[in-house]
């Protein structure tokens, strides 16, 4: 049985020594958000980090030629293992926790289960995926993605950041690609991450378990209208695309809030962009999700509905076009089960895509959720209290002895 | 009394010989419209062939130390001369007609007057102002700003390109600044320009006067929320700027048509501009305009109210700056009324600044327009028909020699 003292202090604080060393790495003084591409400076030095942690630990590190790295506590004869961790990539000016927290809270669940004497049957892998957040190479969960062989070797490869290097220069190496034989070591794979959203803190819960991604998409919309100049046109004689853009705007809110569904329109883009102008063209991005799939589709074709009628009386045109869109991952149900029981954790969906929802489909996953007080993700106000990380610390450990002694 | 047949063929027709001249110069291929900056190539092509025609005419050509060209017919001993004329620059892919028709108009009405034998009692100056869109520079009716002292020479020097180049660089010498004795030789000043909406179709009438250039200005909104994840924050706690702008864009629009003013916004910026985050900050230009300043007052002080107002329901803030305020110019009423009565023309006033605006402060000035069919300006659909054009060189023909012969 885990207990959360041991003599280098409480748990609490063994999380914050272990947080302080990777807290300044990356972090822009401006913002005070965190600039962490996959393969560049900051996450190099994160990755170097990693290995130092496993040797500390005696975990020997093995990389599977995408750009993962896999520390093994156990011997690899024991049986199936069962993996954990995260990723160290970040959005631009994200957060500290998105990611990282996944991993460090690994580490520690490693020595307390060690502390406390616990002597796997199978072996426990910590994890670390490379560009999770396609932030930098575009493709979100490429490195899950290749070694899951969702994602062709050319293609990955070829991705190319905004100065133009590939992935495959900035790895060093053509990516491996799908590695089935290291997939089906894994018996099991259970990701930690920081909430990114308020439920938890509704539920009074510092620790939850996920049941599934919503489904979710982005899809472009393109208004078109006639640019004209803005002091000599009459109102009657205009067709404003920016009007039609705006009513989208509160339209997708308002469709979004009816349903119970989210939807943003978080990017937009204007020509001439011009303060005497009237555009002529303005594209407006939205980003729609739904616990249901039947609710997203609803969603959007009420949305597309709403800029076709407020673009008949405008005077303009509107174009849709689907960008991506994922299907519903639905994480292994008898696995979030048992876990929530053994935690007596609430269980609750999720908006956002983890390398959790790729390898879902090719082994049984698991999330674990740390309460974040402000609800603010992939922004510098993300944030969890030491004592949650620890309470996720400790859970993390009593899933792991779970998985890998029973 | 002029008439509009010479042995060279109809005016329409000598209209657009001249017109084809210049037609191609500068001419974008790709979007059809015009990219000609002040002192770039295409408009010091257009410089040169200003100086070309007026040779052609036997009218000595000064320049004025700040880039103004003047072109004179008649003795400069006869007496105060009536300016006429327009610009050649043009805004990024703009029309054929804004600036150069007001400048082809003038030497064909030289033309006219003297194939009818009239003998003006007091010299035609045919002026071409250089920077009036302000476009490379940044202020508009820079050249006309610096003839009557209305900026200073160090900060017109210093006014920068997007290239670094400065003004004082493009024109090869610091520019000489206020010249009263110049402006003071001037009895009145009509530009002729291309109408910039669809009034004068509605009006029936190919030729029109202005009354006044309407009070107008440029208001800054930035609208700051918090930037937050899109997948994952409830809409219930989100803090969405985007929101709030897009209630604003329609909230200007419905003031501005309720008060018979004009509103646009044409310009946004958004912080991080990503389609999968919530944004902090969006950025948005008014420009608004209307024929009576407490019009416009009244216009932004009820869309700065609707816009609070939303900002509390998003839980965002809003912040107003003024970037730019230009007063009603009212044209000289007098000479407005007896040249509606000369050319039986109906007078309209319009929302776009021009030189003549400036100058109407320093001597009496008039306007006439030329009908737009498209209504459009600032875009490639700018346009005038040849016998609309030939009626503005007949109406500007008959305008100079009642103000120079009576």
């Known amino acids: ?142 490195g899950s993605r290749l070694l899951a062989g969702e994602i062709t070797v050319d293609r990955a490869a070829g991705l190319r950041d905004a100065g133009g290097v590939s992935f495959a220069e900035a790895l060093g190496a053509r990516p491996a690609g799908a590695r089935p034989e290291l997939l089906g070591g894994f018996a099991a794979f259970v990701e930690l991450h920081v909430e990114q959203g308020r439920a938890m803190v509704d539920a009074d819960a510092p620790v939850g378990v ?59 883009a204007v020509e001439p962009n011009a303060t005497n102008a009237i555009p002529s063209k303005v594209t407006g991005w939205l980003d729609a999700r739904a616990a249901e799939p039947q609710t997203l589709t609803g969603l959007v074709d009420a949305v597309r509905a709403k800029a076709a009628e407020r673009a008949r009386r405008d005077g303009t045109e509107v174009a849709l076009t689907e960008e991506s869109a994922t299907p519903l991952v639905a994480f292994d149900g008898g696995l979030a089960e048992r876990l929530a029981a053994l935690l007596d954790a609430p269980v609750l969906p999720t908006g956002a895509g983890h390398d959790a929802g790729v390898l879902a489909a090719h082994l049984p996953t698991a999330m674990l959720f740390v309460r974040n007080p402000t609800g603010v993700s992939h922004a510098p106000a993300e944030s969890a209290s030491d004592a949650d990380c620890a309470a996720g610390v400790t859970a993390l450990a009593r899933v792991l002895e779970e998985l890998t002694c029973r």
């Not at 996920?210 to 078109?224: D, K, L, V």
């Open 210 to 268: 996920a049941s599934a991604i919503w489904p979710h998409g982005r899809w472009r919309f393109e208004f078109t209208g006639e640019g004209n100049h803005a002091g000599t046109t009459r109102m009657a004689d205009r067709r404003d695309p920016m009007l039609t853009y705006a009513f989208t705007v509160l339209a997708a809110n308002k469709e979004a809030r009816l349903r119970g569904a989210h939807a943003t329109v978080g990017r937009v």
């Open 1 to 142: 049985m885990l207990t959360d003292s041991v003599e280098e202090g409480s748990l609490p604080n063994r999380f914050r020594a272990l947080w302080d060393e990777i807290a300044p790495v990356g972090r822009d003084e401006g913002s005070g958000g965190y600039l962490r591409y996959a393969l560049t400076e900051p996450e190099l030095r994160l990755r170097e980090w990693f290995r130092g942690q496993a040797d500390r630990r005696g975990m020997p590190v093995t990389e599977d030629g995408n750009g993962n790295l896999f520390a093994r506590w156990g011997e690899p004869t024991a049986g199936d293992a069962v993996l954990t961790g995260s990723h160290f990539d970040s959005v631009p000016h994200g957060g500290a926790y998105d990611g990282p927290l996944g991993i460090v809270s690994a580490f520690l669940a490693v020595d307390e289960l060690r502390a406390a004497g616990v002597a796997p049957a199978r072996p426990v892998v910590v994890g670390a995926f490379v560009e999770e957040e396609g932030a930098r190479f575009g493709v979100p969960c490429l």
